[in-house]
């Protein structure tokens, strides 16, 4: 199996999805984080990772590229273009189905965000060191299902207008199977594992993550495979999720086993995610989306990152 350091030329390091919507921001509601907050959260994870994954070409994206420029910050971008629905999914549980207007309207969305992707590659060469085409667009209970056609055509898009090497951004499962004509189109696959969804518990959860990644890398021994999310939820509402199964203490056992691995195999892992994120999911506060952070809303440690920045200071 090539090793993704080879495909980025990149040295290996440690990897977060980061994404700094606060409370009473969303990307619904159009009210992004601002330059000082962004500045702020990537001055709590400097030091502690190195490549950091955008989701979407949006204003969030501009501001992080800006801030990592302006403060001259050590970090690089995996950059994403986040596509809607072009079609609808009606096994979506929380709704996947939209009028026709409105799938014709996401098509041109789509396409502003591949353009837009391009342009923020270009512009931030020296930052961003890979593109994704999309993000979970292509599983079977995704809200915003987009077909494998279409996605292989943004990655064409991608490569001729880029530089960097391009992939998409998706659940373990679909890459066996249904998006298996991708492969070819992208430079390296990127995969999501997410044991507590899938209701193993901590003792179940990394021999479960290494299945899910053996599976991919072994099926396709010529493309590099990428970890782009992992993670572990601290609260539960039960939606999901076994309340039983998450907890602060939880999180800290999956990161510390998922590093050591990541770290021994070298294997580029997106930690899913910096903090967490009050908007996502529904309104209860249990929520599962909403608690994922390492950090919680206000900033502050949870216990694994308690004893991470303890290491750090003594070291």
């Known amino acids: 199996m090539k090793k993704i350091t080879e495909q980025l030329n990149i040295k290996f390091d440690k990897a977060i999805c980061y994404s700094g919507f606060r409370e009473g921001q969303s990307p619904e509601a159009g009210i992004f984080p601002t330059y000082e907050q962004v500045k702020e959260d990537l001055l709590i994870l400097q030091g502690q990772w190195k490549y950091l994954r955008l989701y979407a070409c949006d204003e969030q994206s501009d501001t992080v590229l800006e801030v990592i420029r302006n403060e001259k910050l050590d970090f690089q971008v995996m950059l994403g273009a986040y596509i809607g629905a072009e079609m609808n ?27 837009k992707l391009i342009k923020l590659a270009n512009q931030y060469s020296d930052i961003v060191f890979a593109l994704s085409a999309g993000n979970e667009a292509t599983v079977n209970w995704t809200d915003h299902y987009v077909p494998v056609e279409s996605v292989i055509r943004y990655v064409k898009i991608i490569k001729k207008g880029a530089k960097q090497p391009v992939t998409f951004c998706e659940n373990y499962v679909p890459w066996l199977d249904h998006i298996k004509d991708l492969v070819e189109a992208v430079d390296f696959i990127s995969i999501h594992t997410y044991p507590v969804w899938e209701y ?16 991919i890398a072994e099926r396709y021994p010529h493309k590099p495979v990428v970890i782009t999310e992992a993670g572990w939820a601290t609260n539960s509402n039960g939606r999901g999720i076994d309340p039983e199964n998450v907890s602060e203490d939880l999180q800290a056992v999956y990161y510390q086993d998922l590093m050591k691995w990541t770290e021994e195999e070298e294997i580029l892992c997106f930690y899913f995610e910096a903090f967490d994120e009050s908007w996502k999911g529904s309104p209860e506060p249990m929520e599962p989306e909403k608690h994922w952070g390492l950090f919680n809303l206000e900033r502050e440690p949870k216990k694994v990152m308690e004893k991470e920045f303890t290491q750090l200071i003594k070291a």
């Open 200 to 215: 193993k518990n901590i003792h179940e959860a990394l021999e479960y993550t290494k299945q899910n990644y053996y599976s």
């Open 89 to 115: 999914n009606f096994a979506c549980p929380w709704g996947g189905v939209y009028s026709e207007g409105q799938l014709i309207a996401n098509k041109e969305h789509n396409i502003n965000q591949i353009e």
